[in-house]
C-alpha cells in the first residue's frame, strides 16, 4: 500500500488564524491529526453545528469519532490541563478514550514551571513578553537544559519522586533568590502528579511508531500547528515569540515522522492581521479602525480572553511566511469581517530608512523603522457570511484573494466565510489535491 498522504496546517501571522476550524474541516477525510508543537498557550477553536469547542492540547480530530488525535513529542503537556480537557469533552459526549494518543516523549509542565513565568515575566528590568502563564517558556527551557521531565518518566512513580524533590530544591531556591517567591511543597506536588499519572497512563505510546505505522498503513495525517509563523522561537519576532518551533519545520521534530513524509503545506491567514500579547506589528491599527476590526471579527484571545491588537494584512509578512514553511496553499479566513469596507489597506512593502527591502529584521527594534507602504483595494460592502461557493463571492472579494494570490505566489485553496464547519469555501484544485469531499457532496 501507498504511503499516506500528510499536510501540515500552520499559522502563517501571530496565531489564532483560524487554524482549528480549518483542521476540522480536513478531518471529513484525513485519518488522523498529530499536534507538534506548544501546550495549553493554544486555544482552538470548532463549531460544530453551532456547538462550540476551545481545544488547548487535544487535537481537532478529536470531534470526528473515526479519526486518531496524537499529542506529538514536541509539545509541552500539564497532565492537569490535559484532565480538565479531556473530562470536558467527555462530558460533551466526545469519545476520547481510545481516539487520543500523547507521546511517551513528550515535555511535562509541572508547577515550578509557571512559578518561574510569572516571576520573570513581573521582574523589574526583564523585557515582558506578555505570555500566557502556562509555564510554556520555562518547560520548554528544562527541555533543553536537559533536564525536564518526560511523559514516559511522569509513569514512573519513583522517578517522578526523585525528580519533584530535585527539581523542587533548586526552583524553589532560583524563585526565592530572584522574585522573592513563596516555595512550593514537594510532597503535595508529588502525590498530585502520580495520581494525574494513572489517569493519563493509558493514552501514552510511542507515538513516533504510531504515526510512521498509520502511513504505512496508507492512512492520512494532518499536523496542527499551534502558535504561528511569527511566534516562531528562530523565524518569529524574538525575543516576542513563544518557545517552540511553531513553522512546518517544527511538525517533522515535534512528531517523528521524516521529512520527505511532509506532502503539503497549507498556510492559514486571516484576511487582515492579529497579535496578542506584546511585540513588533508592523501594520497594527491603533486608531478606531483598529477597535472596530476587534469588534467585529471578535478579536479576545481563546484563552486568556485579553483584547487582540488589529491591523491590515501584511503581504511581507506572508511572504516571509511562505518562504520559511513552504506555503503551497493558502487558507484565506475571516473575510466576513471586512464584509463592511467601502476600501481596504493592504501592506504591500516595507520600507526601511525610506528604501523598500524584501527582508524581515532579525532585531525587535529593527521593526519600529519599517513603514509600511499601502495599496487600497477596493471592498465589496456586501455581506460573504456563510458563503460556500467563489462564484457567490462578490466580485471585490475575488480580486482581493487573487491579489493575495498574486504578491505571495501561493494558492487560495480555502476560504473561510464565518466561524461554523460549513462556513466554508472549498476550491476544486484544492479539493482534488488533498482528496476532500466536493461542496456537492457535502451539502
Ligand atoms: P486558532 O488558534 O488558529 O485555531 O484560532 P482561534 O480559535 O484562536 O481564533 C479564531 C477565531 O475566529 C475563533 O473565534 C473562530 O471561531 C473564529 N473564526 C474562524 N474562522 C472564521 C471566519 O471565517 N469568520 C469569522 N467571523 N470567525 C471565524
Ligand atoms: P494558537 O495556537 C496567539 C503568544 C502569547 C505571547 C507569546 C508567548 O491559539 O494560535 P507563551 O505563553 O507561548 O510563552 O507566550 O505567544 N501566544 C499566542 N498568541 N495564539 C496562540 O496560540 C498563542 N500561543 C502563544 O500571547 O505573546
Ligand atoms: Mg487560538
Given amino acids: 500500500m501507498n504511503r499516506g498522504k500528510t499536510a501540515v496546517i500552520v499559522g502563517a501571522q501571530w496565531g489564532d488564524e483560524g487554524k482549528g476550524k480549518i483542521v476540522d474541516v480536513l478531518?471529513?477525510?484525513?485519518?488522523?491529526?498529530a499536534r507538534y508543537a506548544g501546550g495549553h498557550n493554544a486555544g482552538?477553536?470548532?463549531?460544530?453545528?453551532?456547538?462550540?469547542?476551545?481545544?488547548?492540547?487535544?487535537?481537532?480530530?478529536?470531534?470526528?469519532?473515526?479519526?486518531?488525535?496524537?499529542?506529538?513529542?514536541?509539545?509541552?503537556?500539564?497532565?492537569?490541563?490535559?484532565?480538565?480537557?479531556?473530562?470536558?469533552?467527555?462530558?460533551?459526549?466526545v469519545k476520547v478514550d481510545g481516539n487520543l494518543f500523547i507521546s511517551n516523549r513528550a515535555q511535562v509542565i509541572l508547577p515550578?514551571?509557571?512559578?518561574?513565568?510569572?516571576?520573570?515575566?513581573?521582574?523589574?528590568?526583564?523585557?515582558?513578553?506578555?505570555?500566557?502563564?502556562?509555564?510554556i517558556g520555562p518547560s520548554y527551557e528544562d527541555k533543553m537544559g536537559r533536564r525536564g521531565l518526560r511523559v514516559a518518566d511522569l509513569l514512573d512513580a519513583k522517578l517522578l519522586r526523585t525528580h519533584i524533590e530535585n527539581a523542587c530544591r533548586e526552583k524553589n531556591m532560583i524563585a526565592h533568590a530572584l522574585f522573592n517567591s513563596d516555595p512550593l511543597d514537594a510532597d503535595k506536588m508529588f502525590k498530585e502528579y502520580a495520581e494525574a499519572a494513572e489517569k493519563i497512563a493509558p493514552f501514552v505510546r510511542d507515538t513516533a511508531l504510531l504515526l510512521n505505522q498509520a502511513l504505512a498503513a496508507g492512512k492520512s495525517v494532518v499536523f496542527e500547528g499551534a502558535q504561528g509563523t511569527m511566534l516562531d522561537i528562530d523565524h518569529g519576532t524574538y525575543p516576542f515569540v513563544t518557545s517552540s518551533s511553531?513553522?512546518?519545520?517544527?511538525?517533522?521534530t515535534g512528531t517523528g515522522v521524516p521529512p520527505?513524509?511532509?506532502?503539503?503545506?497549507?498556510?492559514?491567514?486571516?484576511?487582515?492581521?492579529?497579535?496578542?500579547g506584546g511585540g513588533p506589528f508592523p501594520s497594527e491599527l491603533t486608531d478606531a479602525q483598529g477597535e472596530d476590526l476587534r469588534k467585529r471579527g471578535n478579536e479576545y484571545g481563546a484563552v486568556t480572553g485579553r483584547p487582540r491588537r488589529t491591523g491590515w494584512l501584511d503581504l511581507p509578512l506572508?511572504?516571509?511566511?511562505?518562504?520559511?514553511?513552504?506555503?503551497?496553499?493558502?487558507?484565506?479566513?475571516?473575510?466576513?469581517?471586512?464584509?463592511?469596507?467601502?476600501?481596504?489597506?493592504?501592506?504591500?512593502?516595507?520600507?526601511?530608512?525610506?528604501?523598500?527591502?524584501?527582508?524581515v529584521p532579525a532585531q525587535a527594534c529593527g521593526y519600529e523603522s519599517i513603514e509600511c507602504v499601502y495599496r487600497n483595494m477596493p471592498g465589496w460592502a456586501t455581506p460573504t457570511q456563510g458563503m460556500r461557493t467563489v462564484e457567490e463571492l462578490p466580485k471585490?472579494?475575488?480580486?482581493?484573494?487573487?491579489?493575495?494570490?498574486?504578491?505571495?505566489?501561493?494558492?487560495?485553496?480555502?476560504?473561510?466565510?464565518?466561524?461554523?464547519?460549513?462556513?466554508t469555501i472549498l476550491v476544486p484544485d484544492f479539493v482534488s489535491q488533498l482528496g476532500l469531499k466536493s461542496p456537492a457532496a457535502r451539502a
Fill in 27 to 33: 478531518t471529513q477525510t484525513f485519518s488522523v491529526v
Fill in 44 to 93: 482552538h477553536t470548532v463549531i460544530v453545528n453551532g456547538k462550540k469547542f476551545i481545544l488547548q492540547l487535544v487535537p481537532g480530530g478529536i470531534l470526528r469519532p473515526e479519526c486518531t488525535s496524537v499529542i506529538g513529542n514536541g509539545v509541552v503537556l500539564d497532565p492537569m490541563a490535559l484532565l480538565k480537557e479531556v473530562a470536558s469533552l467527555r462530558d460533551a459526549g
Fill in 112 to 135: 515550578y514551571h509557571r512559578m518561574m513565568e510569572l516571576g520573570s515575566e513581573n521582574a523589574p528590568g526583564r523585557v515582558k513578553i506578555g505570555t500566557t502563564s502556562r509555564g
Fill in 246 to 252: 511553531a513553522t512546518s519545520g517544527g511538525a517533522v
Fill in 260 to 276: 520527505t513524509a511532509i506532502d503539503t503545506v497549507i498556510g492559514i491567514t486571516k484576511a487582515y492581521c492579529t497579535r496578542v
Fill in 318 to 359: 506572508l511572504r516571509y511566511a511562505g518562504m520559511i514553511n513552504g506555503i503551497s496553499w493558502l487558507v484565506v479566513t475571516k473575510l466576513d469581517v471586512l464584509d463592511h469596507l467601502k476600501e481596504i489597506p493592504v501592506c504591500v512593502r516595507y520600507k526601511v530608512n525610506g528604501k523598500e527591502t524584501a527582508e
Fill in 396 to 423: 471585490a472579494a475575488r480580486e482581493y484573494l487573487a491579489f493575495i494570490e498574486k504578491e505571495t505566489g501561493a494558492r487560495v485553496g480555502m476560504i473561510s466565510t464565518g466561524p461554523d464547519r460549513e462556513q
